[in-house]
Nanobody
Framework: QVQLVESGGGLVQPGGSLRLSCAAS????????MDWYRQAPGKQRELVAT???????NYADSVKGRFTISRDNAKHLVYLQMNSLKPEDTAVYYC??????????WGQGTQVTVSS
């Protein structure tokens, strides 16, 4: 089992920045992917960014150029640096650990609110 603890969410003005962190612990395999998702009220959960164990990244078109995902493999940490934030970015952000279809875990979520 894997436990994920997120931090860094909060209230920020449009154009501002936030950095989310996710710490993974428990039984972690050598190869795993870490993802960030978000979900706004009444909306489907959306994949925001993903990073593999070797550092390959992918981003949703809506955040490309503004968000950066990174990881510290030694500490089992994943980050999401969010710049040029927009009100549309307001959502609960979730960290996900993925090893296989039968071994994946979600964090509890952290609220990000972008408002003036």
């Amino acid at each position: 089992q894997v436990q994920l603890v997120e931090s860094g969410g909060g209230l920020v003005q449009p154009g501002g920045s936030l950095r989310l962190s996710c710490a993974a612990s428990g039984t972690l395999f050598s190869i795993y992917r870490m993802d960030w998702y978000r979900q706004a009220p009444g909306k489907q959960r959306e994949l925001v960014a993903t990073i593999t164990h070797v550092g390959s990244t992918n981003y949703a078109d809506s955040v490309k150029g503004r968000f950066t995902i990174s990881r510290d493999n030694a500490k089992h940490l994943v980050y999401l640096q969010m710049n040029s934030l927009k009100p549309e970015d307001t959502a609960v952000y979730y960290c996900k650990y993925y090893h296989s279809d039968n071994y994946l875990y979600w964090g509890q979520g952290t609220q990000v609110t972008v408002s003036s």
